[in-house]
Structures are given as structure tokens and as C-alpha cells.
């Protein structure tokens, strides 16, 4: 979810709590815009108040589902934040949720360590489009479309959605499942 120009959001879990806090998240960016005083809704500020509701929340014994990822620039430097359901938050440079934080992660961390530093934009699509299909090959739950959000100074965008190449020919010659 593009939040504004600065913010962007990705969630995991049950997308009926997700769309219960975008619908939240729409209104107070409306809200920002309608004072038109100049000030935008920051990741760091968004990563706060998500801590604090999701918090809020798992201690009402009513928990939202998910787990939020909270990526922006924020005073020129990138900023990404990862929030669950308890309310536990951190940042990092590399985050994956679920399934992918055992999968994905380390796939990311490797192409990072190859490289010696950050990646590129082009060698970042490379390395996701790898953690998708990898994600999607090994889960029976997984789905072959998905969205890429981009952050730069200039901006932020979300493509997609995007589809991976998968072959399953390969299964005809599997026996002994029928």
C-alpha cells in the first residue's frame, strides 16, 4: 500500500485486519493532506503508532493478524521497520515475514554478502524475483503474482502485480502420488 510519497506499507496475515487498518491509515494521510500545513505522515511515525496499536490490541486480548512492514525515506535515509501482531517492532536492512524469513532471507542476505554492501534496483528485482519463486515452489499455499514497492528519494511506487515463471512439467514424471 502506497501510503504517500515518502511511505509505503506491506502486511502479511488476514487481509480482513489489514483493510480494517488501511482504511485508518487512508483517513489520516486525508486528514495530513486537508491541513495542508506541510508535514506528511513519516515511516518512522507510522512504524510508532502501528507498535502502539497492534499493542494496544494483543492487550485487549483482540490481536490484528498481521505482521506490517513499514518502508520510506525519511530525513534522506531509507528506513524500514517490521511490526507483529504483539506489537514486538524493530528496524533493519532486510526483512521477510512468514514463510519467507526462513526461505527468502537468506537468499537476500547472500546476494548482499556477494556484493559486499547494498544492492542495486535492477539486482534487487533479480534477487526478489528468486525469493518469490522459491517461496511459491516450496509452499503449497503460495501464489505467483505479487507486488514490488520502490522507494527512492524521488518517490515512492508499487508495480504489480507481477507474475513469476514457474514450470511444472517436471511433475508429470513424479510417480507414486496419484
Same mark, same amino acid.
Given at each position: ?23 485508518? @491509515? ?8 486537508? !491541513?495542508?500545513?506541510? +508535514? &506528511?505522515? &513519516? ?5 510508532? $503508532?502501528?507498535t ?7 492487550? &485487549? +486480548?483482540?490481536? /490484528? $493478524?498481521?505482521?506490517?512492514l ?8 531509507? +528506513?524500514?521497520?517490521?511490526?507483529? %501482531? ?13 514463510l ?17 554492501? %547494498? ?9 526478489? %524475483?528468486?525469493?518469490?519463486? /522459491?517461496?511459491?515452489? !516450496? ?9 514490488l514497492?520502490? @522507494?527512492? &528519494? ?13 514450470? $511444472? ?8 502420488f496419484?
Amino acid at each position: 500500500m502506497k501510503v504517500n510519497d515518502q511511505t509505503v506499507l506491506a502486511a502479511s496475515g488476514d487481509i480482513a485486519d489489514f483493510q480494517f487498518l488501511q482504511e485508518i @491509515i487512508t483517513q489520516k494521510q486525508i486528514d495530513e493532506d486537508c !491541513r495542508d500545513d506541510g +508535514f &506528511k505522515l &513519516k515511516p518512522k511515525a507510522l512504524h510508532s $503508532w502501528l507498535t502502539r496499536v497492534l499493542y494496544n490490541r494483543r492487550s &485487549k +486480548f483482540d490481536p /490484528l $493478524w498481521n505482521i506490517f512492514l513499514v518502508g520510506g525515506i525519511q530525513d534522506d535515509e531509507p +528506513f524500514l521497520g517490521y511490526v507483529n %501482531l504483539q506489537g514486538t517492532a524493530f528496524t533493519e536492512t532486510l526483512i521477510a515475514t512468514g514463510l519467507g524469513g526462513e526461505m527468502a532471507q537468506p537468499v537476500m542476505r547472500a546476494a548482499m554478502e556477494k556484493k559486499g554492501g %547494498l544492492l542495486s534496483l535492477e539486482e534487487a528485482k533479480e534477487v526478489i %524475483l528468486r525469493c518469490v519463486r /522459491l517461496g511459491y515452489l !516450496r509452499d503449497c499455499r503460495g501464489y505467483p503474482k505479487y507486488h514490488l514497492a520502490v @522507494i527512492t &528519494k524521488d518517490g515512492t511506487s508499487v508495480e504489480g502485480p507481477l507474475m513469476i515463471d514457474s514450470d $511444472w512439467e517436471y511433475a508429470k514424471t513424479i510417480a507414486g502420488f496419484e
